[in-house]
């Protein structure tokens, strides 16, 4: 069974950096998707950015495109989301996920809650103003 284990979060002034991680293991299959979301209180849990095993295609949200990056290791066992120039309104939980793509017909990287499977525990960010 998949299993996702988050690191990494914490406390940080506006405008500084932060690094989550996200291990996975216990996949089958080779085609799949990491994803991050947060969720703030009050407030929906959205979709941050997502990274394919196919082709290592990746994508952002307007509102952290130019200041988050997601990448992972060689092997990508190892999901990463650095985090710069954080605001304030970035203060969420975040949370990574897993989907398989394969046998699915989408077109581009999954978006959405639904279309992911598995999901790690969560790491509270706070950005103190």
């Known amino acids: 069974e998949v299993q996702l284990v988050q690191s990494g979060g914490g406390l940080v002034q506006a405008g500084g950096s932060l690094r989550l991680s996200c291990a996975v293991s216990?996949?089958?299959?080779?085609?799949?998707?990491v994803g991050w979301f947060r969720q703030a209180p009050g407030k929906e849990r959205e979709w941050v950015s997502s990274?394919?095993?196919?082709?290592?295609?990746?994508d952002y949200s307007a509102s952290v495109k130019g200041r988050f990056t997601i990448s992972s290791d060689d092997a990508m066992n190892t999901i990463y989301l650095q985090m710069s120039s954080l605001k304030p309104e970035d203060t969420a939980v975040y949370y990574c996920a897993f989907t398989y793509t394969d046998g699915h017909n989408w077109y581009g990287l999954p978006m959405n809650t639904y279309q992911y499977d598995r999901w790690g525990q969560g790491t509270q960010v706070t950005v103190a103003s």
């Open positions: 990274v394919s095993s196919v082709d290592g295609s990746t």
């Open positions: 216990g996949y089958s299959f080779d085609e799949y998707a």
